[in-house]
């Protein structure tokens, strides 16, 4: 029996000797964009990987747009990216990170028209370049609303990474679903994406090629994290220590199992749409890298926050200290 499997196994012991860790549940509120970096929420719900704990989901476009409703209290639990806490705690709003869930998830896709220009042995700047003295246009580029963690590694690639002219690329700000539709139907040049679309749209369509891994767009790129309201916290310390001990529980079942664990992120994600399979190969795609100890993102954190001041969608550096606390992490996987 591999490591893995008798991993995977004791998980499942686990599973069936859990017990009811409150006398009554309590209610969860959880908010979340629906993409693979959030894989953990949805198999600790399914496999009941934090007992005690009734979890009700709203999805989100952007982490943005979630921290409206985390600042008005109509949510408990955010699971997005990590870039738009910075901007929540530099207005006061009161969030605590506890785990990560995934790193260097965002990719850049190249539609069919601008794919051919990123041939092998090519700077991305110069791809860009040729495109805009071909077509006469900027290529046109999605991702998410400035401050969440698309655009600010989109930026970042194009500004840092790969020194692209600014007059060659037009940002095109939209929502996760949209970002999908407009790349397969052609009415962007390309788009940052993540896992499960980049399986999708390149089986959908194999003339869309993947440009840029997260790694090279950001390195070490924070990515989606479980982090709570400082009111929820103060009142259920022990319901967030039994949410993260499940976070932490379903990124080994995922890393061990990936089979057992994709029929729940493929019914959260899927739609009716995506198949358990495609769910299975994203798992396995270099774009997808499940972590939960938070400590692993925190400097990359900063160096995102500082660029994210850099191009004024953060108004100042907000110290980290307060909004990180791995302490729960620490306790549930017994990491020193």
Same mark, same amino acid.
């Given at each position: ?9 004791? $998980? ?41 704990? %009734? ?37 006061? $709003? !009161? ?8 790193? =260097? ?54 500004? =840092?990474?790969?020194?692209? =002219? ?22 962007? !040049?390309?788009?940052? #994406? ?14 869309? /090629? ?34 993260? %001990? ?7 079942? #995922?890393?061990? %199992? ?18 358990? !399979?495609? $769910?299975? /190969? ?32 953060? !108004? ?14 620490? /306790?549930?996987?017994?990491? /020193?």
């Amino acid at each position: 029996m591999s490591v893995f499997t008798r991993r995977a196994a004791l $998980i499942a012991a686990g599973l069936a000797l859990a017990a009811p860790a409150f006398a009554q549940s309590v209610p969860v509120r959880v908010g979340v964009i629906p993409v693979l970096g959030a894989s953990q929420l949805f198999v600790l719900d399914k496999e009941k990987l934090a007992p005690g704990l %009734d979890f009700k989901f709203t999805t989100f476009e952007s982490g943005p747009v979630m921290i409206q409703a985390l600042a008005s209290g109509s949510i408990d639990v955010y699971v997005a990216g990590v870039a738009p806490l910075g901007v929540a705690r530099s207005k006061g $709003i !009161d969030v605590r990170v506890l785990t990560a869930t995934a790193v =260097e998830e965002m990719t850049v896709a190249a539609g069919p028209k601008l794919a051919p220009y990123f041939a092998n042995g090519v700077k991305p700047a110069d791809a860009f370049k040729k495109f805009k003295a071909d077509t006469g246009k900027a290529a046109r580029v999605a991702t998410q609303p400035p401050g969440s963690v698309p655009h600010t590694t989109l930026s970042y690639w194009l500004n =840092e990474a790969t020194k692209t =002219e600014k007059a060659d690329v037009e940002i095109v700000p939209m929502g996760i679903d949209a970002t999908q539709q407009a790349l397969l139907a052609g009415a962007v !040049d390309g788009a940052t #994406i993540r896992e499960p679309t980049d399986t999708i749209v390149t089986q959908r369509d194999p003339r869309i /090629k993947i440009v840029a891994l997260g790694g090279e767009m950001f390195p070490d790129q924070p990515g989606t994290v479980v982090a709570v309201s400082g009111a929820f916290l103060a009142r259920y310390p022990t319901a967030v220590q039994t949410l993260v %001990d499940g976070v932490v529980k379903a990124t080994d079942l #995922i890393k061990t %199992d990936p089979k057992r664990a994709a029929p729940a992120i493929e019914a959260a994600l899927g739609k009716g749409i995506v198949d358990t !399979d495609t $769910i299975v /190969k994203a798992l396995g795609s270099p774009a997808s890298k499940f972590v939960a100890d938070p400590r692993t993102i925190m400097s990359a954190t900063a160096k995102m926050q500082s660029f994210q001041v850099s191009i004024g969608t953060l !108004d100042k550096d907000v110290p980290l200290d307060g909004l990180f606390d791995p302490s729960f992490f620490l /306790k549930a996987s017994g990491a /020193k």
